[in-house]
């Protein structure tokens, strides 16, 4: 990092403190320079789809056929490609967006589906392979960040947790969890959701001092402890206390903060946790957080529309729509969109045929993905299913092509090695990049 992006940090970090993000007009601007620069590190954002969207209702319509279903396509800003109704937003940013329609995998139960797309493995083996964003995170990683290198916000309760792991990479590299501290309806017109890191403030009592001499004691006593006692176990405790008390810095624990956003820019997202998720994830790529992923299907499996698809799409297309046609925007006002690479999915796509109480099946054989801002080509659709949706015609792509294209969108080699436990050299991605959606 060179020194004018180093002090731009810290002056950052310092007024914010004092002033509060939304106080701020020039903040944009700061923003936008910072993004401008060309030694400004990528950031990845994957909006996760918990429960597997329906590809017929979102991003690959077939109307006028039996599969097509309810809803009706809009035209978007780019000519010829169209989706659903209920993406009023994105529909205007469709020139951002690649939609990847050739999407075809092997898992068809959700456990075994969120932990293939997340590291693009097949789970049951022998050695717990690390998620995307653990990968990403360390190749992008600022070490002298007070921020986590990659943040969860609001995973399914019901999401499979080696999908989140950091692997045989260690805890070093493990997601940060930011949590709903409240649970409003998804229809609540009064209630915002509250996202936070719990214990970031100083319990009543210990001042910055006393917190600063308890630190130190902890210090002394831990490296004495680890001399002793040099196993894995005793150094990921470490790792992970050491990773929360950076957090509790005045600097980093505000990137959390959303009071610091002015009301409407808080409503512009939308109220649910999905909405104030992008929010948080606009904040933190902001400050050069590396990985963010936000979960959208609220406590358990929200896309997992087995009966009455249709409302329950609608009502989560509409979510989506709001929380990540507003962070695009937000992104590309701020000049952060070209260093901010966000993938759209989910564990597998839905069945195109309709079942008897009016739901979508499991269907990991043909379905769709999105990317969209740096680094991709927006504009397009690659890949293509034939006009009933049941397979691919075009453009098949699996998932490690799908995760070689996001490292090379955020300007990592997908052949970038790891090494197991057992000195094993192991590539982030073995598949091969879509060209053809690469800037």
């Not at 700061?30 to 030694?39: Q, T």
């Not at 624990?253 to 998720?277: C, I, M």
């Amino acid at each position: 990092m060179n020194a004018s992006t180093d002090s731009r940090r810290r002056f950052l970090q310092a007024t914010a403190g004092m002033l509060g993000a939304a106080s701020c007009s020039w903040l944009p601007q700061l923003a936008s320079a910072a993004g401008s620069d060309p030694n400004r590190k990528r950031s990845c954002i994957l909006l996760w789809m918990a429960g597997g969207p329906t590809q017929t209702d979102t991003f690959d319509m077939k109307p006028g056929h039996a599969n097509g279903g309810e809803f009706k396509e809009t035209k978007t800003n780019v000519p010829g490609l169209r989706f659903s109704e209920h993406f009023a937003g994105l529909a205007k940013q469709a020139d951002k967006l690649a939609i990847l329609r050739g999407m075809s995998t092997r898992e068809g139960d959700h456990l075994r589906g969120t932990y293939l797309m997340h590291t693009g493995q097949r789970p049951g083996g022998p050695l717990n392979y690390p998620s995307i964003g653990a990968s990403l995170s360390k190749a992008l990683e600022d070490n002298q960040s007070m921020l986590p290198n990659y943040v969860a916000v609001n995973p399914s309760g019901l999401l499979n947790g080696n999908a989140l792991s950091p692997g045989f990479l260690g805890p070093r590299y493990a997601a940060a969890t930011v949590g709903s501290r409240n649970t409003p309806p998804a229809d609540d017109s009064e209630a915002m959701a509250d996202l936070g890191v719990d214990f970031l403030s100083l319990p009543p009592g210990i001042d910055a001092q006393r917190h600063k001499a308890r630190l130190a004691l902890w210090n002394d006593q831990q490296n004495q402890f680890l001399a002793r006692h040099p196993s894995g176990a005793a150094q990921a405790q470490a790792t992970i206390f050491q990773s929360a008390v950076k957090m509790m810095h005045p600097d980093a624990a505000s990137a959390f903060d959303l009071s610091q956003e002015s009301s409407e820019v808080r409503e512009s997202y939308g109220r649910g946790t999905f909405g104030q998720g992008c929010l948080i994830a606009r904040r933190l790529v902001e400050r050069d957080v590396p990985f963010v992923e936000v979960t959208l299907g609220g406590s358990g499996l929200g896309w997992d529309t087995h009966q009455g698809n249709f409302p329950a799409v609608e009502r989560l297309s509409k979510e989506l729509d709001q929380g990540w046609s507003t962070l695009l925007r937000e992104l590309n006002e701020r000049g952060l969109l070209e260093s901010t690479t966000i993938c759209w999915m989910g564990e597998f796509g839905r069945t195109p045929n309709i079942n008897g109480t009016a739901g979508r099946d499991h269907f990991p054989d043909a379905w769709t993905c999105v990317l969209s801002g740096g680094g991709i080509a927006g504009g397009q659709a690659y890949g293509k299913t034939d006009e009933a949706g049941q397979e691919v015609t075009e453009g098949k792509t699996e998932v490690q092509d799908l995760l070689a294209t996001l490292c090379q969108a955020v300007g990592v080699d997908p052949a970038t090695e790891h090494y197991s436990p057992q000195a094993r050299p192991i590539k982030i991605s073995e598949g091969n990049a879509i060209d053809q959606v690469l800037t």
